[in-house]
């Protein structure tokens, strides 16, 4: 089936770390991967995406690059603020007419980060 | 502002009562979508709606209802035969349904029945 893992939370550092959020998936055919961020008592907010294999998405610093060898799309960051302390999911959707739009999401991981 | 309302935040219900969640999009979007939160898990797909007037079960309808009759409307009822009805509900939009379509999130509903 179709699934995605993450790496286990939470994950706390200090301000200016480096941040590495592991993301593994399984999928049947060909997927565009996603992070979404969720804020404390938020909805989700899409923090980037890419659809294809070696693509790279970026957003307010963070990157992940979409590696099909390996199945995986990990979110780095290269400095990580206070502001930054959230929930990310990683998520994955399908191409193909006869499949939805549906997401399917990675359990989450919690960042914590301490001034 | 185009956006997507979710209310009331936070429900609360006694077991056995149905309750129904309100979702409502400015967006002119004809996709719509359910999904529920458990802590430590990731969303699960509940229903959703390609269009108005029409919906198909996600991986986890049993216990749950939905109706589509306005483009801008999507709400969700929880009913009793729902065994563990305490989670986070978020809906979601998207212009059309498809993998092609970025999904816009509400700020979700929080219910908790006991």
């Known amino acids: 089936g179709n699934s995605v893992t993450q790496m286990e939370g939470p994950v706390t550092l200090s301000e200016e770390a480096f941040l590495t959020i592991n993301c593994t998936y399984t999928a049947t055919g060909y997927p565009s991967l996603f992070w979404y961020v969720q804020y404390p008592g938020e909805g989700l907010q899409l923090l980037l995406k890419?659809?294809?294999?070696?693509d790279k998405g970026s957003n307010k610093g963070f990157e992940a690059t979409y590696r099909k060898e390996t199945t995986s799309f990990h979110l780095e960051k290269g400095s990580v603020q206070v502001s930054d302390s959230a929930v990310y999911f990683c998520a994955l959707r399908l191409y193909g007419s006869s499949n939805t739009g549906k997401l399917i999401f990675g359990q989450g991981t919690t960042l914590q980060v301490k001034p | 502002d185009g956006g997507i309302t979710q209310s009331p935040k936070y429900l609360f219900r006694k077991e056995g009562q149905n309750v129904t969640l309100s979702c409502e999009q400015n967006l002119n979007h004809d996709a719509m979508y359910w999904y529920r939160q458990d802590p430590g898990q990731g969303l699960r797909l509940i229903y959703y709606?390609?269009?108005?007037?029409?919906?198909q079960k996600g991986d986890i309808a049993e216990g749950y209802s939905v109706s589509r009759e306005k483009k801008e409307s999507f709400p969700l009822t929880v009913t009793s035969a729902q065994k563990n009805p305490t989670a986070f509900y978020l809906c979601?939009?998207?212009?059309?349904?498809?993998?092609?379509?970025?999904?816009?999130f509400g700020p979700g509903t929080r219910l908790t029945v006991t």
């Open positions: 979601a939009s998207s212009i059309k349904d498809g993998d092609l379509y970025e999904q816009y």
């Open positions: 890419a659809t294809k294999a070696d």
């Open positions: 709606s390609q269009i108005v007037n029409d919906f």
